[in-house]
């Protein structure tokens, strides 16, 4: 890059101060009012999504409404900033440096300190564009009729970024758009201004050698196993609590934490929320933190207008009502793999009942799957024959094999959690034709298993989320299974093929029965 007249040339403090570091928590008014923020250049573009930006408003709001209601903590801690602190010179007109500028006599602009920021600029940025979206529409009411919040809220100085990418100008553009939507849709005023600048924080950590700042940075992100999706879930839950559930919090963690860490990986990956997704007809193969709204859903907080919530509300009362006389509590809740998640201790209810049907634990070789056998008396002889060679052929360990299998434990748990025993054999012998006529086909890559669920003829999680009785689901007619290039594409198939063969849903001829 040519250095042009105005160019900020970095130079770092001296070396004395290098091994220096501070940590602090600030709110964001002070955070995001520091001028000698910097956006340096080897940041990453701005990249954040409207899915992301979405989930930080909506839990922004969750949390300033929990604020202002005594139910939450007094403020909101928002993750940590690492902030590199470097001063700066700026060239002359001529481009001179300052020690040019002294020798020539030129006038010398003073050295100045920049905040660069090395981490959480996706956050800072959007967090910007959301009081520069409240600014606007602070800017719509005459200055005779501003409120003193509106006043403050624009006399504001606030740092401003620089973005070099053209990417980083999209999407900051496209995010504020959509956060000047929603503010106004929701009606944000003096309250969620209140939150934000005086009750959101962030702990602001500042080092003076960019090394030094880099190395924290890989430690903050690199310390060990990232924090768990569900783990965020249940921090955000545990934050839904209403007053009248948080005796139970305890009760609500105990649960929880006697779960293992890898089960509860599983069990969210594996099953909830691909039953969630595929039954709506989205990808379901990868479980991330972009995820977590899947399992964010319904307040029963009284100030909840929508009649949906207070449907699921009077359901509330009436749950708690029969759990007091019973003494079943977490025992009566009703759960649907596919019902609006109700934020709060009934999330934590929902899935423990899951945890208790036992689809996540592993099969071992020669047994049934440990939730099967508690089915074994309904199970016929095929679909029990079906369930053992799924646990005991020669390739069902191998990576494509396993995505093939997560789907069809999926699709299994999806119909026992909304019929139970009736027609589970054939529920068997149908998930086992459809899900494992892929694997037969062709090899089952990344992916692979997204693309089939969504481009294939039939999609049985959808049919079975629209379904009222089991021959609803029972009666899908599926294409016959085939080996694409007149051969296995993988080793150790052949056990499969028998299955199909039995079943009559295999065809030696390739170019017939395909989706």
């Known amino acids: 890059m040519s250095e042009g007249a105005g160019m900020v040339v970095m130079q770092p403090l001296p070396e004395e101060r290098s091994s220096q570091a501070r940590a602090a928590v600030c709110t964001l008014r002070s955070w995001l009012g520091d001028l000698a923020l910097n956006i340096p250049h080897y940041q990453r573009p701005y990249k954040w999504s409207m899915a992301q930006v979405q989930q930080l408003l ?158 924290f940075f890989d430690a903050q992100n690199g310390r060990g196993k990232p924090l768990c999706v569900h783990d965020l879930l249940k921090a955000f839950h545990l934050r839904a609590l209403r007053p009248a559930e948080l005796a139970l919090q305890g009760q609500a963690v105990q649960a929880w934490e006697q779960c293992s860490q890898s089960d509860l990986e599983r069990l969210f990956a594996r099953f909830l929320f691909q039953t969630r997704q595929r039954s709506r007809g989205r990808d379901a193969e990868y479980f991330g933190k972009r995820h977590v709204g899947v399992f964010k859903g319904i307040s029963l907080e009284s100030s909840a207008a929508a009649p949906m919530s207070r449907a699921w509300r009077m359901l509330d009362d009436a749950v708690h009502l029969l759990e007091s006389h019973t003494g079943t509590r977490g025992r009566v809740w009703p759960c649907q793999l596919d019902a609006p998640v109700v934020n709060g201790l009934r999330f934590f209810d929902w899935v423990q009942h899951y945890w208790g049907m036992g689809f996540h634990h592993k099969q071992e070789a020669g047994k049934l799957p440990p939730w099967a056998q508690k089915f074994e008396h309904a199970l016929a002889e095929d679909a029990r024959g079906i369930l053992l060679t799924l646990g005991r052929y020669a390739g069902r360990d191998r990576k494509g094999d396993s995505h093939v299998r997560a789907v069809f434990d999926a699709l299994l748990m999806y119909y026992v959690d909304k019929f139970g025993e009736q027609g589970l054999s054939q529920a068997v012998e149908l998930a086992f034709v459809w899900v494992y006529a892929r694997l037969l086909n062709r090899r089952v890559m990344a992916g692979s298993m997204d693309k089939f669920a969504s481009e294939g003829g039939v999609n049985p999680f959808a049919v079975l989320r629209d379904a009222i009785t089991p021959q609803d689901f029972l009666n899908i007619a599926l294409p016959s299974a085939f080996y694409e290039h007149g051969r296995p594409p993988s080793q150790g198939l052949e056990a499969l093929q028998r299955w199909m063969e039995k079943l009559g849903y295999w065809r030696q001829d390739g170019t017939e029965g395909r989706a």
């Open 58 to 215: 909506r839990d922004i709001e969750q949390q300033a409404q929990a604020t202002a209601q005594d139910q939450g903590a007094s403020s909101y801690r928002m993750g940590t900033v690492v902030v590199h602190v470097e001063q700066a010179e700026e060239r002359g007109e001529g481009g001179e440096d300052v020690e040019a500028g002294q020798l020539s006599g030129q006038p010398v602009s003073p050295r100045r300190v920049l905040h660069h920021i090395v981490d959480g600029q996706q956050r800072t940025v959007t967090l910007l564009l959301v009081l520069h979206a409240l600014r606007a529409e602070s800017k719509l009411v005459p200055e005779e009729q501003r409120e003193p919040w509106q006043k403050e809220l624009l006399a504001l100085e606030l740092f401003e970024p620089k973005f070099p990418s053209p990417l980083s100008h999209q999407l900051v553009q496209a995010n504020y758009q959509a956060i000047a939507r929603h503010i106004r849709q929701a009606q944000w005023g003096q309250a969620q201004v209140s939150f934000l600048l005086e009750r959101c924080e962030v702990v602001r950590v500042e080092l003076y050698s960019l090394t030094e700042a880099f190395q």
